[in-house]
């Protein structure tokens, strides 16, 4: 009951669970190389797209309303999904968006722009933005769908500028040409983003199975501690105790055989919340029990309070830590079988003469002798463990409730 313990206590509870840790640690690599994907796409789209605007910009010989509106309806979700890639958050939606709406630009070229303004051999702005589209669904789409985008938008560009130069002869070499290009660096792309992705994957379930197994090899080396512990106490105290009680032929033989089963008690009982915390005589103040209540209510969630009554007084550590615990193991029971109802809890300080902990509940109680032999909740861990610190536990139950009295006097 010390304040080192306690603070490995609250320590423990803040270690989160094998299935609580997920992919939030799990999958850190994953993660770390999707930002990485946005930062790089980020940069090059920033290139691109400078370079695409200034095309747009000069090629423009006069005030053109339609033109002008072809170049919002692309570099604005262009600029929206910079921005989410730089910012790291709705980089799939604004990329989502951005290769849909530039393929939908790609389809209406041949209609918003004058073919006798843009029937050179120049490409026009919107070629520079055919990988970006092709970067944006990889950010944004499954695999197979990076490779139809891969594919498909440099010959939606292909079959467009045919369009424009009327299926020219002349446009079938520049054309043939530029969407050879596209594609192919569009696929390397693609397969680089899906590389570096199934790396980034392999490594996390390498260091997920890694994880697994030392926690796997932590608790067997735990439970194996816990069995050495155990089989330990029960050779030093126990069986010590009963050879004391088989030979112990006068009354102050009786006395050592008696003190020497309650060390055992308490010891075994003690091993339930901590092998290797065994408790000690130093005095516990009736403040830090009640605290050990509230924390015992908290982790049950069950809805109730500790009520403190009486003046402030030190018990010995042991009685207090068994106190506690068979106070645990009453709220435990009530929250379990009657579901916390009516749940109160008063602790009653006799200054330093001793402590009474109430736990009472109103629900539909249980008939005590009617419990089976081989059910320790109440004989071992409330009866058992307050008579092995020469406290009392008294239980009564009917219909109407359940109420547990654990006591401990100084004699």
């Known amino acids: 009951m010390s304040a080192e313990p306690l603070s490995i206590r609250e320590a423990w509870t803040q270690i989160p669970s094998p299935g609580s840790a997920e992919t939030e640690f799990e999958r850190f690599t994953g993660k770390r190389m999707e930002r990485i994907l946005q930062t790089v796409v980020a940069i090059g789209s920033v290139l691109t797209g400078a370079q695409a605007l200034l095309a747009a910009l000069s090629g423009m010989g006069a005030v053109d309303a339609v033109h002008i509106a072809m170049i919002a309806v692309v570099f604005a979700p262009l600029t929206a999904m910079l921005v989410c890639c730089l910012l790291g958050r709705g980089v799939r939606t604004a990329a989502t968006m951005f290769a849909f709406l530039y393929v939908g630009a790609l ?4 209609f918003v722009v004058d073919p006798a303004d843009d029937a050179s051999h120049q490409q026009p702005w919107i070629f520079f933005l055919v990988n970006v589209g092709v970067v944006a669904a990889m950010l ?8 139809v985008w891969a594919i498909a938008v440099p010959l939606i560009y292909g079959f467009v500028r045919l369009m424009q130069g009327k299926f020219e002869r002349d446009f079938w070499i520049t054309t043939a040409f530029d969407v ?9 792309l693609v397969s680089l983003g899906w590389m570096f992705r199934a790396v980034a994957a392999g490594v996390d379930d390498v260091r997920g199975r890694a994880v697994a197994d030392y926690a796997h090899a932590a608790a067997a080396a735990a439970a194996e501690e816990e ?5 330990a106490l029960m050779h030093d105290s126990v069986l010590a105790a009963l050879i004391a009680a088989e030979r112990a032929e006068s009354p102050r033989a009786r ?22 915390e065994e408790g000690s005589d130093e005095p516990v103040g009736s403040a830090q029990i009640v605290a050990e209540l509230r924390r015992a209510l908290s982790e049950s969630g069950a809805d109730a309070v500790v009520e403190e009554r009486g003046g402030v007084g030190l018990i010995p ?17 009530s929250v379990k ?3 916390g109802r009516g749940l109160h809890i008063v602790a009653l300080a006799h200054g330093d003469e001793g402590i009474t902990v109430t736990v009472s509940d109103t629900g539909p109680g249980f008939d005590l002798d009617a419990v089976d032999e081989d059910r320790l909740g109440i004989r071992a861990s409330i009866m058992a463990r307050m008579a092995a610190v020469a406290g009392t536990a008294r239980i009564e139950s009917d219909e109407s409730g359940t109420v547990v009295e654990l006591g401990w006097e100084r004699e």
Do not use: C, K
Not at 227 to 231: D, E, K
């Open 107 to 110: 389809i209406a070229w041949p």
């Open 140 to 147: 944004a789409f499954a695999l197979r769908m990076q490779y």
């Open 180 to 188: 050879s290009f596209t594609v192919i660096l569009g696929l390397v």
């Open 227 to 231: 069995r050495v512990a155990v089989a």
């Open 255 to 276: 006395d050592l055989a008696v003190a020497m089963a309650r060390e055992a008690l308490t010891r075994l009982a003690n091993t339930e919340a901590a092998v290797l």
């Open 317 to 333: 550590g042991r009685a207090a830590r068994a106190l506690v615990l068979a106070a645990r193991q009453a709220i435990g029971n």
């Open 337 to 339: 079988h009657a579901r």
